[in-house]
T-cell receptor
Framework: AQTVTQSQPEMSVQEAETVTLSCTYDTSESDYYLFWYKQPPSRQMILVIRQEAYKQQNATENRFSVNFQKAAKSFSLKISDSQLGDAAMYFCAYHKVKTSYDKVIFGPGTSLSVIP | NAGVTQTPKFQVLKTGQSMTLQCAQDMNHNSMYWYRQDPGMGLRLIYYSASEGTTDKGEVPNGYNVSRLNKREFSLRLESAAPSQTSVYFC?????????FGPGTRLTVT
């Protein structure tokens, strides 16, 4: 069964600095999607970034980028120039493709604090 | 275009009471999901529906039932609420690219 692990329950970063959140996953599939979701105090889940496993190029979205290491089954999120609004829970998620259903597996989350 | 809507936003139940959480999406997605979120445990899948007329158990289905009423609506029912079901509940729908979440329901069972 697929699993997603986030080994850092809590992280903190100074405003304007860079922080990296870790995620590892376990799967025997070769084709899948990986996601980072953000959950601010408002509780709304927001997609931050998506990576397709067949693409070797790391995804980027403005200040957010990933380091996708397929062989190592690692998918870290880098946040550059951290802002106060980045403070939130961050969830790594795995989505198996080419199935009759779309079940997504979430990690336990990392709580990020941004220090002014 | 409202996305995914959930009602109610907050609910307090006594042990043994029943209730139904409602969810609707207007994005024409086939797949819909119910999750619960507890501190330190992330999101755990309760039930999901790959298409209208089908439902499947997720990781933590005990104590819950679901109905996929039509393509838009997917409800979650607690027949006899227990304190262990105190949680935040999220409904979601998805296409191939991402999951779209509702605002969540905070349920407290006393």
């Amino acid at each position: 069964a697929q699993t997603v692990t986030q080994s850092q329950p809590e992280m903190s970063v100074q405003e304007a600095e860079t922080v990296t959140l870790s995620c590892t996953y376990d799967t025997s599939e070769s084709d899948y999607y990986l996601f980072w979701y953000k959950q601010p105090p408002s509780r709304q889940m927001i997609l931050v970034i998506r990576q397709e496993a067949y693409k070797q190029q790391n995804a980027t979205e403005n200040r957010f980028s990933v380091n996708f290491q397929k062989a190592a089954k690692s998918f870290s999120l880098k946040i550059s120039d951290s802002q106060l609004g980045d403070a939130a829970m961050y969830f790594c998620a795995y989505h198996k493709v080419k199935t009759s259903y779309d079940k997504v597996i979430f990690g336990p989350g990392t709580s990020l604090s941004v220090i002014p | 275009n409202a996305g995914v809507t959930q009602t109610p936003k907050f609910q307090v139940l006594k042990t043994g009471q029943s209730m139904t959480l409602q969810c609707a999406q207007d994005m024409n997605h086939n797949s819909m999901y119910w999750y619960r979120q507890d501190p330190g445990m992330g999101l755990r899948l309760i039930y999901y529906s790959a298409s209208e007329g089908t439902t499947d158990k997720g990781e933590v289905p005990n104590g819950y039932n679901v109905s996929r009423l039509n393509k838009r609506e997917f409800s979650l029912r607690l027949e006899s609420a227990a304190p262990s079901q105190t949680s935040v509940y999220f409904c979601a729908s998805s296409d191939w690219s991402e999951q779209y979440f509702g605002p969540g329901t905070r349920l407290t069972v006393t």
